[in-house]
């Protein structure tokens, strides 16, 4: 059973990555929910966004039974846009969305995070690789340009991170008119992450 617990969540996490905004938009709402800068996420989560710029759009406790977490973020205004599946979403400048998985053990955190971080760099055309530290957690980072013809969004960068138990996919993606850094936004992001102490909490 565990097994398979792991298996869907390493599934939605690489799903994400290779769909995009398609799949992000079957697990939204139809209209964007209310905005607040702090956000708790899952038992051992909390964001507190601090850029104006970032909306938060969506947050999902898809398979909270099970440990799985999803929320994102938007930056600009929406237009319509028609996917691979004939499918109207809304398509925004640029989109931020948090995967959190909540394992059994550190071993499968680590496991499913090498996972999606090895999807990312096979999936993408990876132009840098680096590990940061943003309030005082470990991130592997990359940034990449997409060969999938069908993704609205160009570029991107993720960062990964496995803390005990908790594996982390956070992906920043962009439209090609988009002129800001999409690290520096990212960067900014997680250093408003606070995980929490595993051990205070049930």
């Known amino acids: 059973m565990k097994s398979n617990i792991t298996s869907i969540l390493c599934f939605l996490c690489i799903t994400l990555m290779l769909t995009?905004?398609?799949?992000?938009?079957?697990?939204?709402?139809?209209?964007?929910?209310?905005?607040k800068a702090f956000l708790e996420i899952g038992r051992h989560l909390a964001v507190n966004n601090t850029n104006e710029s970032l909306i938060l759009y969506d947050y999902k406790e898809a398979l909270a039974g099970d440990g799985m977490y999803y929320a994102s973020w938007v930056i600009g205004d929406s237009e319509p846009y028609e996917n691979s599946d004939g499918d109207t979403i809304d398509l925004y400048?640029?989109?931020?969305?948090?995967?959190?998985?909540?394992?059994?053990?550190?071993?499968?955190?680590q496991e499913n995070k090498d996972a999606w971080l090895d999807r990312g760099k096979s999936s993408y055309v990876v132009s840098g690789e680096k590990e940061i530290d943003c309030s005082g957690q470990t991130y592997q980072m990359i940034t990449y340009t997409f060969q999938n013809e069908d993704n609205p969004y160009a570029r991107g960068v993720s960062a990964f991170a496995v803390h005990d138990r908790l594996a982390l996919c956070i992906e920043l993606t962009c439209q090609e008119e988009?002129?800001?850094?999409?690290?520096?936004?990212l960067t900014n992001f997680l250093e408003n992450c606070t995980i929490n102490n595993q051990g205070t909490v049930p």
């Open 20 to 35: 995009g905004c398609s799949l992000t938009s079957s697990l939204s709402e139809e209209e964007p929910i209310e905005n």
């Open 93 to 109: 400048d640029a989109q931020l969305y948090l995967l959190l998985g909540e394992f059994t053990n550190s071993e499968k955190a």
């Open 178 to 185: 988009f002129t800001e850094d999409l690290e520096a936004i």
